[in-house]
């Protein structure tokens, strides 16, 4: 057990619709990391929030948005869902910004759209 | 630039042989690498690490890797491979204020 939950496990919904995924970090770790990870693409690095605040990004679409709130937990948000966002998203965390802090990673959130 | 690369995509070895999976690297200073493995319908689990020092790091599940500045290389190895290994392996690297990963090996394991 890592100690990162995320929640839904699974998300099953239609094309357009929105839909948020919760990350709750290891105790301790005050960074959150999102990936989106799909069989063409690989894992894809989405952004990163230290403390609250955005601290990087990656390919993270306009349709998505991401915030880290003051205990920590993060959520991240999907809108105007299209097929191609059907993944598995992963909340990962970690005590600092990069350098010697592994990643700690959750089980994931398996997204379909259909 | 930083880059980690993951030559190998596919490999599959007979349960209580050796294994060793490769990962290469690009980057400007001494990096922080990392091995994790992935099993079906999982989170990433990190197996090992290597920050500095000792060029060759031991990890759990029986896992070692070995730092290779010179062939900017961080390869994954283990003595004999249990059916138990079957899972999809990644390298990564830290870099300036991200991680990067390799796009994965996949290990099979016959019985």
């Known amino acids: 057990d890592s100690g990162v939950t995320q929640t839904p496990k699974h998300l099953i919904t239609a094309t357009g619709q929105r839909v948020t995924l919760r990350c709750s970090p290891r105790s301790g770790d005050l960074s959150v990391y999102w990936y989106q990870q799909s069989l063409d693409q690989g894992l894809q690095f989405l952004i990163q929030y230290y403390n609250g605040e955005e601290r990087a990004k990656g390919n993270i679409l306009e349709r998505f948005s991401a915030q880290q709130f003051p205990d920590l937990h993060s959520e991240l948000n999907l809108s105007s869902l299209e097929l191609g966002d059907s993944a598995l998203y992963f909340c990962a965390s970690s005590v600092g910004t990069t350098g010697n802090s592994p990643l700690h990673f959750g089980n994931g959130t398996r997204l379909t759209v259909t | 630039a930083q880059s980690v690369t993951q030559p190998d995509i596919h490999i599959t070895v007979s349960e209580g042989a050796s294994l060793e999976l490769r990962c290469n690297y690009s980057?400007?200073?001494?990096?922080?690498l990392f091995w994790y493995v992935q099993s079906p319908g999982q989170g990433l689990q990190l197996l090992l690490k290597y920050f500095s020092g000792d060029t060759l790091v031991q990890g759990i599940k029986g896992f070692e890797a070995e730092f290779k500045r010179s062939q900017s290389s961080f390869n994954l190895r283990k003595p004999s491979v249990h059916w138990s290994d079957a899972a999809e392996y990644f390298c990564a690297l830290s870099g300036t204020y991200k991680y990067i990963f390799g796009t994965g090996t996949r290990l099979k394991v016959l019985a």
């Open positions: 980057y400007g200073a001494t990096p922080y």
